[in-house]
């Protein structure tokens, strides 16, 4: 039996991890953590009965002290208390499962305690890539990723000499947007941005495959993650969602994970690896698929991507940047305050106006996170 503590438990990706080890005794909850919703986190705890909890805001981790009066629980508060749920003894996998850069200083804690990383917190590697491979080396602690299409890579090179890689092959659905241009996209509202053509996803997440900053940050993540310059990851649309991405070799043979646009599908193997287990969820339907096709990715119109491989290829606070700068025109675009297009122009001018740290620390990635906010504060 695996020890799981979930970062994000109430999110989109920890409410899926929870419903993957529901439907098995495999596993124990050891941790639950999450952010204000005391409300989902009582109805997890009461299910699921971890030893910890831990709410980053005090006041919902004082409400869920009380909410939860009658079961023998910890529940802790602040990111000292995500630190200490996440680096528990008996852990032996943390699910990085929150949205945003708040994931970097729970993961760095886990890896130097020695617990492997199932990641689906793409932040962390986005910003903190050179951090977070050499402290998982240092460790010997395994990152399993988590987001389909990494996970998709991941099974792609099992068993093969990643020397011999010659492309990695990045699909992308397209978004709720594929197919329009630039003045089509003026005036559209964050309904019909979430309103995803074949994921279910947190609303973050969802705008960014609208945009296609989502794609772009998962360029710099592959790029981490298997050790393999941006120049040879092409993202590729595949608006059937059912190839989550794959890897030509230098033979030119191409492999890929095929599967049925469900995230519990990676959450599962990522717990399980290297084994695989039965999942109760659909198959893929060849027949009823009929046919997949394949596009080029109109980088003009969706400069996400654009964006991440200028960054990448900067290197140094570039990529933290982009990333924070998405985060809060995203946050804006939500509550209403900027239009859709909006969001390009906030990243573009944030990474024209950086002065590049070249090689930066946890405490400078950081402090390029916050001045990227203070200068959006200023002009936005």
Known sequence: ?????????????????????????????????????AEAMERQAREFRPGTICMYDEKAASDLKTRLSDLDVRVLSGMAGIKEAVCLPENDIVVTAVVGMIGIEPTISAIQAGK???????????TAGHLITRLAKENNVRILPVDSEHSAIFQSLNGEDHGGIRKIILTASGGPFRGKKREELKYVTAAQALNHPNWKMGKKITIDSATMVNKGLEVIEARWLFDVDASRIQIVVQPQSVLHSAVEFNDRAIIGQFGTPDMRIPIQYALYYPERHDLSVNSLDLFETGSISFEKPDLDTFKGPAFAYDAIRTGGSMPTVLNAANEKAVAMFLRGDIKFLDIYDIIEDCMSAHSLIEDPDLAQILETEQWTYEHIRRKF
């Not at 492997?116 to 962390?124: G, P």
């Open 1 to 37: 039996m695996k020890n799981i503590a979930i970062l994000g438990s109430t999110g989109s990706i920890g409410t899926q991890t929870l419903d993957v080890i529901s439907r098995t005794n495999d596993f124990k909850v050891t941790a639950l953590i999450a952010g204000n919703n």
């Open 116 to 126: 492997d990383i199932a990641l689906a917190n793409k932040e962390t590697m986005v």
